[in-house]
Every structure is written in C-alpha cells, then in structure tokens.
C-alpha cells in the first residue's frame, strides 16, 4: 500500500541522475530490474570518475608533486568515507579489493593459513553465493577442514535451530550472508554472530546485497569481517571492501607481495607494511575507490531509510503483481525480504524455461535476471535448474513493475 512517505519520495527526479536509465533497448524504453547482478551509476559517480583522469590523475602513496597528493588525498578520503557508512572503529581497518570474490577469498587465504587446522569446522549456508562457498571448500581441502552446511527451509530463511547445532566448540569461522542474492531472504546476523562468538568462532558476513538496500553498522552487528562490492551499490565494477578488525588484521599475513605492502625489503628479509597497506599490494584501483566514495555519498544523499521504504513499497507491488498473473511460483518467501523476487513461469502448456523469459522480457526492453545466480546448490534445494529473477533499486517504478508484468502475460501466451 502506497503510504505518504513513499509518494514524498521522488523517484522521478532521481532518475534523470543516471543516464543510462533514458536508453532505449530493441525500440523499447529500458526497465532495468537487474540490480542483484550490477547497479546502474550516477552522473555523480561518472563525473567524479571524469573529473580524476581530468585533474589528478597519478598514483598515489608514492609521489611528492601535486598530482599525487591530490590522488592520495580523494582516495583517503573515500576510504573515511567507507568507515563513516558501515561505521567502522577506524579507517584502517577498510581495506581496498576488486570485489566481494577477492575480500572472501583474502580472509580465507590469509586467516585461514593462520587460524585454521585439521579437523577444524567452518560454517557456511545452503543459501551462499558461490564465492562464499569455493574459498572455504579450498580452504578445508588444504587444511583438512570440515564444511558444515545451515540447511533453508521452504520459506527460504536459515534453520536456525539447526545452525545453533551446527555451532561446536571445533567451529572456527562462519561465513554468511546478510541477505541472499536469490530469494532476498534478510538473514538475522546480528543472532547469527552472538551465537558464533558464544563458541569463540570468528564471523564473516558477505554484504554484497545488503549494502545498497540497508543501513549496516559493523560494529554494532559485532562483525569481525565485513566485505561487500562497489558495484552493487551504485560505484565502479573492480572496486571492493573488506571490513576486518584491526587486531584481526595486524595479526594476519599479507594476501599478495609487491609495492606499497611493505616497510622495507632487503634480499635478506622484508618487513611488511602496516594494515590496511599490508593488504593492498601494487597500484590501486585509483579512479574506482574514489568513484566508490562519490556513491556511498550519493546514497547518504538520500538517506538508506527512505530507500528502504521505497524499495519495500516496490517489493510488495510486485509480489502481488506476480500472483495476480497466475502461473508464477514464487522462490524465496521469507517474512523479512529485501527487493529481490526468483519465479517461476509457466504457460497453459507447462512450465516455461527463464532463459526463454529472459530472452523474450528483452525483446520488451525489460532487463531481468535468469540462470542459477552462482547459487547451485540453493537450486537444487528447491528442486529447479534456474529462476527469473528481478532486483529492484531505488530509481525503480510501480509503472516498470507494470511493463514486466505485460512482458510476462506476453510470454505466456506465446506458450499458451
């Protein structure tokens, strides 16, 4: 139900901030609902990006003339800027990665060697993004670990009481996500942590989906790591964050060797640098960390309540849209959901493959999302080889909803 805050929120004049979103696809205006794969970017972003290879471009941390300086000055700031938005205690505990893949994929490497032995047990879900399952699937094969699994029920939300079971005094990790990429399922992390650091197990929880849609606070939430991508939330794709703990940090190995990660090298011996530079080896994705920083700002702009509001409006719209249709099995119905829907579709002659929706949703100019989602296991729990998915951003309408809607009532009867 529209409520006055949602009509107060004026999507329209946010809109005309990102230009793609004026594209025509096929003849066809485009309607962008694949936002759980990549989000659509802000001239704010874009001219930020402009402006560095404009005014500043040089790399940073390693030069004395103006240019550098000011390289160096926009991207610490944006680093501060990380810190303010997930409320991290400083800001070097923000370390700069390619993505959500590369910051699991650091933690596990560098914490696992250090922390993890034979018959250890990590902790993961049935719900997990592939790159929160193969980095801990390594990591148990090279250790002689144990992967436990949290199984989802029908509904698509944890089994808590058997995650609670799961949790031994031989857990040391648990790697989790906020909210699933698939079914939108927003997971209790906060209980999810509590209940790990109660058996003195170590907490990863992957935000690639929550940080454009919630207001996350690490240290409230307790997190010992926090990692997410720049380019689900409005920034440059090749840009990401891991959150960690300083002493978690300090204490950890370096990831990768080379420049600006160390103190000192002498063919005898190297000494490595403090954190977060220990973990940032090499020339830094400049032009990305900064366009991160102009698009955390763009969404503070907003402000994460009134996002939330709308995309909840949105969420509920095209649930009942959906059901309305007929023909649609829904994937993923968890009472507490962020702006992502997994169908299925079927026609008077049966059920419809999604990359024959997909396929024929673009012909309309309508961008959805079909395939496993680098969930495969979560498709098999629900006994289905892909979904439709449609992911909703803030700049999205009730009229878009309507678009795909008729999209779909055209797919079904061409399988009538």
């Given at each position: 139900?529209t409520?006055?805050s949602?009509l107060?929120?004026?999507?329209e ?5 990102f ?7 096929h ?20 001219e930020t ?5 404009r005014a500043?471009?040089?790399n940073?941390?390693?030069?004395n ?7 160096t000055?926009?991207?610490?700031a ?5 810190q303010?938005f ?5 800001d ?7 993505g ?7 933690v ?5 060697e250090?922390?993890?032995r034979?018959?250890?047990e ?12 193969v980095p ?7 250790k002689?670990a ?5 199984p989802v029920n ?11 079971n799961?949790?031994?005094?031989r857990?040391?990790?648990v790697?989790?996500t906020?909210i699933s ?8 992390v ?8 109660e ?6 929880v992957?935000g690639?989906?929550?940080v454009p849609?919630?207001?996350?606070d690490?240290r ?9 991508s ?5 920034a440059?794709?090749g ?8 002493k ?6 370096p990831?990768h060797g ?15 640098n403090e ?6 080896a090499g020339?830094?994705h400049?032009e990305?960390?900064?366009g991160?920083?102009?698009a955390l700002?763009?969404v ?5 309540d009134?996002i939330g ?17 007929g023909g649609v ?6 009472r ?12 008077a002659?049966?059920?419809i493959?999604?990359?024959?929706v997909?396929?024929i ?7 959805i999302?079909t395939?496993?989602h680098?969930?495969?296991?979560l498709?098999k729990r ?5 979904t439709?998915?449609a992911?909703?951003a803030?700049?999205n309408?009730?009229?878009?909803i309507d678009?795909?809607i008729r999209a779909?009532g ?5 399988f009538?």
């Amino acid at each position: 139900m529209t409520t006055a805050s949602t009509l107060d929120f004026d999507v329209e004049t946010l809109r005309k901030d990102f230009p793609i979103l004026s594209e025509k696809v096929h003849g066809k205006p485009l309607v962008y609902l694949d936002n759980g794969n990549t989000s659509q970017k802000p001239r704010q972003v874009i001219e930020t990006i402009d402006r560095y290879y404009r005014a500043m471009n040089s790399n940073v941390h390693r030069g004395n003339h103006f240019l550098s300086q000011q390289a160096t000055a926009a991207l610490e700031a944006a680093r501060r800027t990380v810190q303010t938005f997930i409320n991290a205690a400083e800001d070097r505990e923000i370390i700069f990665v390619r993505g959500t893949t590369e910051a699991i994929n650091l933690v596990a490497f560098s914490f696992g060697e250090l922390d993890i032995r034979e018959g250890d047990e990590i902790v993961i879900s049935a719900m997990e993004h592939h790159s929160n399952i193969v980095p801990w699937q390594m990591l148990c094969a090279r250790k002689k670990a144990v992967l436990q699994v949290v199984p989802v029920n029908d509904d698509g939300e944890l089994e808590m009481d058997e995650y609670e079971n799961l949790l031994t005094d031989r857990t040391k990790l648990v790697a989790i996500t906020h909210i699933s990429n698939t079914l939108g399922t927003i997971n209790p992390v906060k209980r999810i942590i509590d209940l790990a650091h109660e058996r003195g197990a170590v907490v990863l929880v992957d935000g690639a989906q929550s940080v454009p849609h919630l207001a996350v606070d690490v240290r409230a939430l307790d997190a010992d790591f926090y990692v997410f991508s720049g380019h689900k939330v409005f920034a440059p794709t090749g840009i990401g964050v891991l959150y960690g703990k300083a002493k978690l940090l300090e204490a950890m190995p370096p990831y990768h060797g080379g420049g600006a990660m160390i103190s000192s090298v002498t063919f005898e011996k190297t000494t490595y640098n403090e954190i977060p530079f220990k973990f940032e080896a090499g020339t830094p994705h400049v032009e990305g960390i900064i366009g991160l920083g102009a698009a955390l700002e763009y969404v503070n702009s907003i402000g994460l309540d009134a996002i939330g509001e709308h995309e909840h409006d949105l969420l509920g719209y095209a649930t009942e849209a959906l059901e309305t249709l007929g023909g649609v099995r829904i994937i993923g119905t968890a009472r507490e959901k962020a702006s992502v829907i997994s169908f299925m579709l079927s026609g008077a002659s049966g059920a419809i493959h999604p990359h024959d929706v997909g396929t024929i949703l673009d012909n309309e100019g309508v961008a959805i999302r079909t395939g496993h989602h680098c969930t495969q296991p979560l498709m098999k729990r629900f006994g289905v080889p892909a979904t439709c998915r449609a992911s909703l951003a803030f700049y999205n309408t009730r009229e878009e909803i309507d678009t795909m809607i008729r999209a779909l009532g055209k797919v079904q009867k061409m399988f009538a």
